[in-house]
């Protein structure tokens, strides 16, 4: 039986590690946020911490979502609540990705660019939406994620450099291999990951 892999900061301490992070990542960087947005990306990074919530479950098996896809769940709501968890669903991923995995989509034909221009407008977008149907300080937050989006991008990426979360880069590449070739080490290191695909299991970065 494949053994787990280490850890670099237990799961008790992985949010106060990332506040740490944060904190010095936002400093060094001279990026000034509300307190509230500072905890949000905290959160941000423990929930994406774990890999498998970058995949979704879909008929064919598991699947890294396009962007587009969350945004047109997001148009096609039946209601506000499933409109605004669309976005801040899209908005969220936007961001991890493009702090988290920037290598690996400046080697794809969608850069880092769309990401950030997606995740403005979801995290925008509802911001708007609060502001004015809710709560006039309730959507402070997601105006502000969407204003400094590229400097947050990088405050992202300096933090996933100094916990180790890039070696999370070669989670796409093991899985686009093991889906084109079979490779049983491509699986093994996807199990490892706590990723299990199915055979049939389908993969759509396009947008």
């Not at 010095?24 to 990306?41: E, I, K, P």
């Not at 769309?114 to 407008?121: E, L, N, P, R, V």
């Not at 291999?177 to 706590?194: C, E, F, H, I």
Request: glycine letters at 6%; hydrophobic letters at 40%.
């Amino acid at each position: 039986m494949p053994q787990e892999p280490t850890l670099l900061v237990t799961t008790i301490g992985i949010r106060d590690h990332f506040r740490d992070q944060v904190l010095c990542s936002l400093s060094r960087q001279q990026v000034s946020v509300q307190d509230h947005t500072a905890g949000y990306l905290v959160d941000l990074l423990t929930t994406f911490a774990d890999p498998r919530r970058l995949f979704s479950d879909s008929p064919e098996g598991l699947e890294l979502r396009a962007l587009a896809s969350h945004y047109a769940d997001a148009a096609h709501a039946e209601g506000a609540e499933q409109r605004n968890h669309a976005l801040k669903t899209l908005g969220d991923l936007a961001l991890f990705i493009s702090g988290v995995f920037s290598g690996y989509l400046n080697r794809r034909l969608v850069d880092v660019d769309y990401y950030i221009a997606m995740g403005c407008g979801a995290y925008r977008d509802l911001h708007d939406f609060i502001s004015t149907r809710l709560s006039a300080q309730g959507g402070d937050v997601f105006g502000e994620l969407a204003r400094k989006f590229p400097q947050l991008v990088d405050v992202l990426a300096e933090v996933s450099e100094e916990s180790n979360l890039g070696a999370t880069n070669d989670l796409l590449r093991q899985y686009e291999l093991w889906l084109r070739t079979d490779s049983p080490r491509a699986l093994m290191k996807l199990q490892r990951r706590g990723i299990h695909p199915t055979r049939q299991a389908t993969i759509r970065v396009s947008h």
